[in-house]
C-alpha cells in the first residue's frame, strides 16, 4: 500500500498526453466519508427513499393479504403455518446467498433490496392471485373443464402476469435509482431478489395447499429448482440493467420488452413442457441452469474488467498504485486487504471499507460518463470520492 498525493501538490504530475478535467476542484463535502453525497444527489436520494418506503409498504399490504389467503386455505389454523414458512426460508436463503455473492463488490443499498423482496413477496404475488384465479375459473366456466382453466392459468396467464409484475419492479427500481445503476449485473441482482421474494410467498402457498405430500413438493421446489424464478425474471433484469450502458436514456423502453419477452418464454416452457414431463428436468433443466451459472460468471467477470479499465485511468493521473488496482479488481486482492487492514485495528479495517467502496464507485462512477450519463454534478461527486480514497488511504496506513 503506496501513500500518493493528490494532484495539485508539487510533486505529482499527470502521464504524458492525459487530459486533466478543466473545472477546478470543489471542496470536499463536510462529511467525505458519505461517498455518495453531493446536492444534486442528496435531493435525488431523499425523492428516491421516499418512494422506495411506498413500494415496501405496498408489498407489506400485498404480503398480508397473501398470507390470509394462505391462513384460509389452512383451515385457519396457524399450527398448519409455521413448518410451511419455514421451509420455505430454505430456497430464499439460497437465492439471497447468491444475490450477495454477485453483488459483493459494490452492494445495494439494503432499502432498496428490502424494497425489492417485498415488491415480490407482496404485490407481484397477489396480483398474479388474483388474476391467475380469475382466469382459471373463467376459462373453467367458458369450457366447463377445470383441467382446462389450470392448463391455461398455468402456461399462459401465470408466465405473462408473473413476469410483468416482476419485471415492473425491477424497471420501477432502475428509474428511481437510475443515477447508481451500473449495467447488467445490477439489474440481476435486483430481478433475484424480486423473484426470491415472489417464489418465497408462492411457496408457501404451494406448501399448505400439497401438504400431504410435502416433502416431495419441498424437493421439487426448494431443492431441485430454487432458482427458476430466478432465471425468468434475470432475462428482464438483466435487459434493464444493460440498457443503463447505452447511450440513449430511453433504451429501457425497447430493450425491456425483450428481456420481458425471454422471461414470459421460459416460464411457459418450464410450466408446460417441464411440469408435464418431469423427466426432462435433467435433460434441459440443468443443462441451461449451468449455462445461467455460466452467464452470471461471464457478467461479473466483464464487470471486474470494466472496473480495473477504468481505476487504470485514474492509477495513471496517479491516485492510484498498480498494486492498488489489482487489489481492488480481485477478490483474493480484497479478502487479503480486508484481513491486513482488520489486524491493524479497528479504525484501519473502517478505512479499508471506505477505501474499497469509494474506489469502486469512482470506477461506476467515470463508465457511466464514458457511457454518455455524466450528471450535472459529476465533478463534485468525483472530487468527493477521491478525496475520501485519499483520506482512507492515508488512515489505513497511518500517515
Known amino acids: 500500500m503506496s501513500d500518493h498525493v493528490p494532484p495539485g501538490s508539487s510533486t505529482w504530475a499527470p502521464r504524458a498526453g492525459y487530459r486533466r478535467h478543466t473545472y477546478r476542484p470543489a471542496q470536499p463535502p463536510a462529511h467525505p466519508q458519505t461517498v455518495d453525497w453531493t446536492p444534486q444527489a442528496d435531493r435525488l436520494l431523499r425523492r428516491s427513499a421516499i418512494a422506495l ?38 430456497p430464499l436463503l439460497i437465492v439471497l446467498s447468491a444475490a450477495g455473492w454477485i453483488d459483493r463488490w459494490e452492494p445495494e443499498p439494503l432499502g432498496a433490496l428490502a424494497a425489492a423482496f417485498l415488491w415480490g413477496a407482496g404485490v407481484s404475488t397477489v396480483v398474479s392471485l388474483v388474476v391467475n384465479t380469475s382466469a382459471t375459473v373463467l376459462v373453467a366456466q367458458a369450457t366447463g373443464s377445470l383441467d ?8 399462459v396467464t401465470a408466465p405473462i402476469i408473473e413476469e410483468l409484475t416482476k419485471g415492473l419492479g425491477v424497471l420501477i427500481i432502475f428509474l428511481l435509482r437510475r443515477r447508481a445503476f451500473n449495467g447488467a449485473v445490477d439489474g440481476l441482482v435486483y430481478a433475484s431478489v424480486i423473484a ?7 411457496n408457501i402457498l404451494y406448501f399448505v395447499r ?48 425483450i428481456g420481458l419477452a425471454g422471461a414470459i418464454i421460459l416460464h411457459a416452457f418450464w410450466n408446460g413442457v417441464l411440469a408435464a414431463a418431469p ?4 435433460l434441459v433443466a440443468m443443462p441451461f441452469f449451468m449455462a445461467s451459472v455460466g452467464l452470471v460468471v461471464w457478467l461479473r467477470w466483464s464487470e471486474r474488467m470494466t472496473m480495473r479499465s477504468r481505476l487504470g485511468d485514474y492509477q495513471r493521473a496517479g491516485w492510484f498504485a498498480p ?26 479495517r473502517r478505512a479499508m471499507r471506505d477505501f474499497l467502496k469509494a474506489s469502486s464507485a469512482l470506477a461506476q462512477l467515470r463508465q457511466q460518463a464514458i457511457d454518455g450519463h455524466a450528471e450535472a454534478d459529476f465533478a463534485t461527486h468525483e472530487q468527493a470520492l477521491l478525496r475520501t480514497v485519499v483520506e482512507s488511504r492515508k488512515a489505513f496506513t497511518a500517515r
Do not use: N
Open 210 to 257: 400439497y401438504s400431504d405430500v410435502i416433502v416431495q413438493t419441498f424437493i421439487m421446489r426448494g431443492i431441485a429448482s430454487p432458482f427458476a424464478h430466478v432465471i425468468f425474471t434475470a432475462c428482464t433484469g438483466i435487459a434493464i440493467g444493460s440498457s443503463a450502458r447505452m447511450r440513449s436514456r430511453l433504451a429501457w423502453v425497447w430493450v425491456t420488452p
Open 323 to 348: 498494486a492498488e488496482v489489482t487489489m481492488i479488481t480481485t477478490g483474493s486482492g480484497r479478502a487479503a486487504a480486508r484481513r491486513w487492514a482488520k489486524g491493524r485495528g479497528e479504525p484501519s
Open 196 to 202: 426470491g421474494g415472489f417464489a418465497f410467498a408462492e
Open 279 to 282: 423427466t426432462l428436468y435433467f
Open 148 to 155: 382446462g382453466g389450470t392448463m391455461v392459468s398455468t402456461v
Open 53 to 90: 418506503w411506498v413500494l415496501g409498504a405496498l408489498g407489506v399490504v400485498g404480503f398480508l393479504i397473501v398470507l390470509g389467503v394462505i391462513y384460509a386455505t389452512a383451515g385457519q389454523e396457524l399450527s398448519r403455518l409455521l413448518l410451511p414458512i419455514a421451509l420455505a426460508f430454505v
